[in-house]
């Protein structure tokens, strides 16, 4: 698939062949890349609606979602930075964050930009439903502040649970998803700049997430 992450789609058993079509079944694990150990998730049959009005109709199974995302988990690819040599549209300072929580502007008297380490602490869980799937991610995020000789220093850092929806649509020839954020909560798990109310922070950290990692959300 990629430098990460690699899909065995070898076939479970002979193709079934009829008159008017022909049946694949498929593996669809995906593994970690160069790692083909067993994959922590069990398999469950499915079937797929009698239509015949197209070609060809391709079925995933929750099993290759679930197996993708142990495969990205375990590479580290749900482990993210985001600075302002990253994300040039990205200039939060330690002054924005002093304007919420005063033990960061006491902290950190000297305006600093401030630097985001996101990471996935378990594996995000997803689950298909009728029109659409979600994924449950629980994570950490630490917020550092990014001294002149670029060295960094962490103020605090915090719990994440977030879930989201992903509905798929056929839009003009071409396959659309709209990607909602349904629930974010955030709890401190520890500071370098004293105790403070999280709930300061939820409306500015909810429009940070949504602005540089999922871009394309349209939920609160």
Partial sequence: I???AEVD???NSLPAVFRQFIDLDLKGIVYPAGNY????YVAAPFTIPDQSESMLYLAFSEYFFQTSS?????????????AEETCSYFNISTEIFGSIIPEVAKYSVTPYPVMLKLMATEIPIIRLEQDSFT???HGSMEV???????????LFAMNIEANTSLALNIFDQKLVGSLCLNRLQFSLAH??????????????????LQTEVIPSANGK
Avoid: C, K, M, R
């Fill in 135 to 137: 994924v449950e991610i």
């Fill in 37 to 40: 150990t067993g994959s922590p």
């Fill in 2 to 4: 990629d430098d990460l």
């Fill in 144 to 154: 550092f502040a990014v001294l002149p000789d670029s060295t960094t220093q962490s």
């Fill in 9 to 11: 789609y070898s076939l």
């Fill in 191 to 208: 500071s370098n700049v004293g105790f403070f109310e999280i709930s300061l922070l939820e409306n500015i950290l909810s429009y940070i």
């Fill in 70 to 82: 142990f495969a990205y988990y375990s590479a580290g690819a749900f482990n993210i930075t985001i």
